[in-house]
């Protein structure tokens, strides 16, 4: 019997603080403080240009590490950060919305002038069939629900296991290679943090976030391990959303404002697809 792999759900940002750290405090009187940070990448275009794409992310700071940031970074700062991924499901005026947060785990000022950094890891279960798309021009798509499951510790202290559903688009080669995946699969994704606004067909205005995949690796089949568990089993929740509820006394976290919507930056060089021991493993 194969002993379950162990879920993974990691971000890492290195950019600019785009507001002045607020400490407060929840009911209870854990101090946190909500940032809004936004990170740089460089491309060039097809025809040859360089371009800025710039992504703003959410994150939030608990405890110690809340008291300690907002006594020595200020807006403008350029800042390290690495903590776990979080996707957050809302609702508003009638709208579904799916946001990501960064909860810090440590953060610090970039005093080596470190460059711009927006990655993202997360190993964990694709909760339901991909959705696969030929796009005009022939440019393949593919976008995967990821289900990660971590160990959590919640702002009162109690400790409770967090669900995930992520949204993973895989384009190109990648998307075509990963069209063997399926519902149950345990998948690893290297990629980057987009977020855009979409156009509802009511006239309104709908937040997403997603991962943009430059390299995927499929650990482990479903059918490997006799198909899906009951607990495993699509259904019954809607993807993005936590399964586990926050506590009364850790705050709901409104959506940034700042932003700019754009294409997504090109990746590094193609390179081929690697079959290895583990799986098949498929980068840019």
């Not at 002045?20 to 809004?36: F, H, I, K, N, V």
């Not at 950094?117 to 339901?128: A, D, F, H, Q, S």
């Not at 006239?203 to 995927?216: A, D, N, W």
Request: glycine content about 12%; proline content about 3%.
């Amino acid at each position: 019997m194969n002993r379950a792999r162990a879920h993974l759900s990691k971000a890492e940002l290195i950019g600019r603080l785009g507001q002045q750290p607020e400490l407060q405090y929840t009911d209870a009187g854990t101090p946190y403080a909500r940032l809004s940070v936004v990170t740089s990448e460089s491309f060039t275009n097809k025809l040859g240009a360089i371009r800025r794409h710039d992504e703003w992310h959410r994150a939030v700071a608990w405890g110690e590490e809340a008291t300690r940031l907002t006594g020595e970074l200020v807006k403008g700062d350029s800042v390290v950060i690495a903590g776990s991924l979080r996707i957050n499901g809302y609702e508003k005026d009638g709208i579904k919305h799916r946001s990501s947060e960064v909860n810090v785990e440590s953060i610090r000022a970039n005093k080596d002038d470190l460059p711009g950094k927006n990655e993202v890891r997360i190993l964990g279960t694709v909760r339901e069939e991909p959705k696969f798309r030929q796009l005009e021009g022939g440019k393949a798509m593919i976008s995967l629900s990821v289900a990660t499951r971590i160990a959590s510790v919640g702002a009162d202290g109690t400790s409770h296991e967090r669900e995930d559903w992520h949204s993973v688009t895989l384009w190109g080669k990648k998307a075509e290679a990963a069209r063997d995946i399926h519902a149950g699969d345990t998948v690893a994704v290297n990629g980057n943090l987009r977020h855009r606004t979409i156009d509802t067909e009511e006239g309104g205005k709908r937040h997403l976030t997603s991962i943009e995949g430059y390299r995927f690796q499929v650990l482990e089949k479903a059918r490997d391990r006799g198909g899906l568990t009951a607990s495993e089993s699509p259904g019954g929740q809607e993807a993005g959303t936590s399964s586990a509820a926050r506590t009364a006394s850790e705050p709901s976290l409104s959506p940034v404002g700042e932003g700019s919507e754009g294409n997504p930056a090109k990746g590094p060089a193609k390179k081929k697809a690697q079959t290895t021991g583990k799986g098949l493993s498929i980068s840019d």
